[in-house]
């Protein structure tokens, strides 16, 4: 005996997998849209408010050698930042690594700090032009290393 049509109750209407994986690739793509939102914006704010970097990217504004080696302003491409303790818990150092690319090439701003009580002190910068020169903007430019056998 086969129910009537009328016994059955109404078909509802499906859409298959298409809702569910739509639903879970957008949750997918905010999550992920927002972390790299976050963390974009946390390091522009971290960098920003770093009185260390605001110093060195001062003298990289208006140092003499710095902008008649670039040509003029040398604009930050890459910043690196490394920090670690001195021997003897003396304190920390802090080195940056500056990318700078102006209308004469390529060049990099490398910087080592010192900060010892609780009082920091620049003790290197040195600036490789675009040509592939060093200079000593403060500081002595390190002897070449010793080439390996």
Same mark, same amino acid.
């Given at each position: 005996?086969?129910?009537?049509?009328?016994?059955?109750?109404?078909?509802?209407?499906?859409?298959?997998?298409?809702?569910?994986?739509?639903?879970?690739?957008?949750?997918?793509?905010?999550?992920?849209?927002?972390?790299?939102?976050?963390?974009?914006?946390?390091?522009?704010?971290?960098?920003?408010?770093?009185?260390?970097?605001?110093?060195?990217?001062?003298?990289?504004?208006?140092?003499?050698?710095?902008?008649?080696?670039?040509?003029?302003?040398?604009?930050?491409?890459?910043?690196?930042?490394?920090?670690?303790?001195?021997?003897?818990?003396?304190?920390?150092?802090?080195?940056?690594?500056?990318?700078?690319?102006?209308?004469?090439?390529?060049?990099?701003?490398?910087?080592?700090?010192?900060?010892?009580?609780?009082?920091? #002190?620049?003790?290197?910068?040195?600036?490789?032009?675009?040509?592939?020169?060093?200079?000593?903007?403060?500081? #002595?430019?390190?002897?070449?290393?010793?080439?390996?056998?």
């Amino acid at each position: 005996m086969e129910p009537s049509d009328q016994e059955l109750p109404p078909q509802r209407r499906r859409h298959g997998c298409l809702w569910g994986c739509f639903w879970v690739a957008l949750l997918f793509v905010l999550v992920v849209g927002g972390t790299v939102g976050f963390t974009a914006w946390n390091i522009y704010q971290g960098f920003r408010s770093d009185p260390q970097l605001l110093a060195i990217l001062d003298v990289t504004r208006n140092n003499g050698t710095v902008r008649a080696e670039f040509g003029g302003t040398a604009y930050v491409m890459e910043v690196e930042r490394k920090s670690f303790p001195l021997p003897m818990h003396e304190g920390r150092a802090t080195t940056y690594r500056l990318v700078l690319i102006g209308r004469s090439g390529k060049g990099e701003l490398n910087v080592r700090l010192e900060t010892r009580t609780g009082r920091t #002190k620049t003790v290197t910068m040195i600036l490789t032009a675009p040509d592939g020169q060093t200079h000593a903007l403060l500081g #002595k430019v390190p002897e070449k290393p010793l080439p390996s056998i």
